[in-house]
């Protein structure tokens, strides 16, 4: 194992903002902070930042950046481009902060200290930018689509439950009750709060139906892009563009995580111990990257559901007296070592 300290001569933790970066130049020779400066986020300033970096450091330089898809993105492609290596780090929890307060000062320095001391191998580099970043904006638009289209939906079932519009709406209103909402015209008969109550209704519907193509569009460019990343992964059973879409984000390029073990852990379904006296049992693991375990998790239900091989395999486990979660999480690991060692070869 190499640590941090080992490898490179300073760690530079960088606190990102919409309007000014914080950097903090840390020695892992001595442990200090040798300085520490704020600069604009401007094209000027980043250069600025770089010179004032190349001025006090010499040797192997290692950049810690606070959220390198988000306020970190443009330093990252600058410092990556001048040479630099470049990691990703989470910003420090609350209950780091307590007793030390927060300013940007402080988070900089947290960045470049808090790695340290870390195994080499264990560091997160940035997401690859190019065809990766198109999916996740594919995937940043389809939820925001879902929410409003899901609002939507709400908003028509409260409306018709409110207002006697002529429809059943005992229960949620089908996709078929939906299409029949947005072709209403107005009725003669209807009072002034059934008019506007009607008006309001096909305007939601329409809405709803909208975000249902641009969904459908949204998907078909989602599976040919997975495609083009990963050929033939979207054909495993259970999975589809989404889920596809959710682990290429994730594992974003060969070397970006070291190992199958490592893949795991990001996705929160590394095994934990949950052990006590004579009953020796693992539990789920509920950190690391949600959308990855959400992927996980959506693969493994439907093959428990659907798949002959895996619904036999719970059938036996379940008969050795595990739970379902106990077998879902055991599935859930399997499944994220066999797309690993996928993704080793379809997506370098």
């Known amino acids: 194992m190499t640590i941090v300290a080992e490898k490179y001569d300073y760690v530079i933790g960088i606190d990102t903002h919409a309007r000014t970066h914080t950097y903090a130049i840390v020695n892992t020779r001595t442990g200090t902070r040798e300085d520490c400066q704020t600069f604009p986020t401007s094209s000027n300033g980043m250069n600025r930042a770089l010179a004032w970096i190349t001025k006090r450091t010499t040797g192997d330089l290692l950049a810690a950046v606070e959220g390198t898809r988000s306020y970190g993105a443009t330093i990252t492609h600058v410092l990556t481009e001048a040479g630099l290596t470049v990691i990703e780090v989470k910003p420090p929890r609350k209950h780091a902060r307590a007793g030390v307060g927060k300013t940007d000062e402080i988070d900089a320095t947290a960045a470049a200290m808090g790695i340290v001391y870390q195994d080499t191998e264990r ?14 904006v594919l995937v940043a638009s389809r939820e925001r689509i879902d929410a409003e289209r899901t609002r939507n939906r709400n908003a028509l079932n409260a409306l ?27 009725h003669p008969t209807d ?24 969904l459908a569009a949204n998907k078909e460019q989602m599976a040919e892009i997975d ?19 959710w682990i290429l984000i994730a594992y974003s390029h060969t070397g970006r995580v070291h190992s199958e073990a490592a893949f795991a852990s990001m996705a929160g379904v590394a095994p934990l111990q949950a052990s006590s006296g004579n009953t020796v049992r693992h539990r789920l693991n509920r950190h690391g990257d949600r959308k990855l375990n959400q992927a996980v998790d959506v693969i493994a239900k439907v093959r428990m559901q659907f798949d002959p091989r895996t619904k036999e395999y719970v059938e036996k486990r379940k008969a050795e007296g595990l739970s379902y979660r106990e077998i879902k999480r055991i599935l859930k690991r399997y499944i994220l070592r066999k797309v690993f060692r996928q993704l080793r070869v379809l997506a370098p």
């Open 123 to 136: 560091l997160l580099t940035p997401r690859a930018e190019g065809t990766r970043s198109a999916l996740n």
């Open 160 to 186: 018709v439950r409110e207002t006697d519009l002529g429809v059943d709406a005992r229960k949620a209103l089908t996709d078929k009750q939906v299409r029949q909402v947005s072709s209403w015209r107005e």
């Open 191 to 214: 009072s002034v709060a059934q008019r506007y109550a009607r008006a309001e209704a096909i305007r939601l519907a329409v809405a709803v139906l909208d975000a249902d193509k641009l």
């Open 227 to 245: 495609e083009q990343m990963a050929p033939g992964l979207a054909a495993e059973f259970g999975y589809g563009p989404v889920t596809v879409a």
